[in-house]
Structure formats: C-alpha cells, structure tokens
C-alpha cells in the first residue's frame, strides 16, 4: 500500500476511534469489492431497519434507524465499487451540549474480504486497524516454479496473497519416440 495512503487511513481511524455513542448507535459496514456483496448489504440494511423499529429506547431508535436510512442512502448513490471495496461509519456522536452526526466513508488500501455489518457504541474498526499496521516489511515474497511456468507472489500481514506476476512456458519432451531410440521403447510396451 501506498505509504500516503495508509497514513491518511491511520489519521481517520485514530478520528473514528476517539468518538463515542450513547448505546448501541453506532453502525459500521465494510463492503468488498462486488456489486453482489453491494446488494447483500443493501437489503440486510433495509431489513435491519425493520428490526430497528424493536429498539424500545425511543432515543436509541430514532439513532439507529438515522444512521442505517444514512447509509443506505449512501449505499443506493453507489454505482462502481473500488475493487478492494469500502466501509462507512455512520453515528451519532455524543458530546456535552449536543450530538453530532458523523458519516465516514473510508477506502482500504488492501481488499475487504467479506462484509460485515456492526452496531455498538463504537464503531468497529478493527479490520482497518490490522490493513493500517500492515507494510510491506511484514509480507513475505515467494516463487513456486514449475515445468508449466513461474508465480511471483507476496503475502502481507493482512492475510490475502498478491500475485505479482505469472509466466506460462512450453518446454519441449527430452527426447521423443523414434531415431536410436526406437527399440528401447518397443520393448519398453511389452
């Protein structure tokens, strides 16, 4: 990952980190790279929001359910996704005076690799936390070669493999059938 990149990903998350909500009012949700996963999301969000309406606090519902109409908004506007995919926190801060609303998207420097969908009274970050912790200098480069071909590739602390390059190659038989070698594969047949 780009070190400009991951800095700024480490500065957001230090801001995400340091906000804090009344109860469980604030939602977090990674999204991978696929507009099957988009969708997925979308409707589990639309049925959370159903369940939302449950929440006998009417002030911790009235938060939820804002902060999940917020993100399916949000959600409903998208029309490519990155291909390492993206998350979005969205919330209610809690302060003295008043609240504030708080709507994060942030894109990973590495992929997302499976959604996930998370209430609680901070948001849930550490998977972005781990890709931020992550360099280079904790990956770890390998070669498999073989008589088809060749594969460069690099495994970072983050757990999904980079492939960096691949090479195909067609090496021809030692030798084949025929010339001095005729009788010796006769009678290798019988």
Do not use: W
Not at 21 to 50: C, F, N, Q
Not at 68 to 76: F, G, N, P, T, V
Not at 115 to 135: I, N, R, T, W
């Amino acid at each position: 990952p780009d070190t400009m990149q991951t800095t700024s990903l480490r500065r957001t998350l230090k801001r995400l980190a340091a906000i804090h909500g009344s109860g469980t009012t604030m939602v977090s949700v990674y999204i991978p790279g696929k507009m099957t996963a988009l969708a997925r999301m979308t409707k589990k969000l639309a049925d959370e929001v159903g369940i939302a309406a449950n929440i006998k606090s009417r002030v911790t519902r009235q938060r939820v359910s804002s902060a999940l109409s917020s993100i399916l908004q949000r959600l409903r506007s998208v029309r490519h996704i990155p291909e390492n995919g993206f998350a979005i926190f969205c919330g209610a801060e809690s302060g003295k005076d008043k609240e504030k609303k708080i709507l994060q998207v942030v894109y990973p420097p590495q992929a997302i690799l499976s959604p996930v969908y998370s209430c609680g009274a901070e948001f849930f970050l550490e998977p972005l936390q781990k890709m931020a912790a992550s360099d280079f200098r904790d990956s770890v480069g390998f070669a498999i070669v073989s008589g088809e071909g060749t594969l460069f590739a690099a495994l970072t602390g983050h757990g999904s493999p980079a492939t960096l390059k691949t090479t195909s190659v067609r090496l021809p038989k030692k030798h084949s059938k025929g010339g001095q070698s005729a009788p010796r594969f006769q009678h290798e047949r019988i």
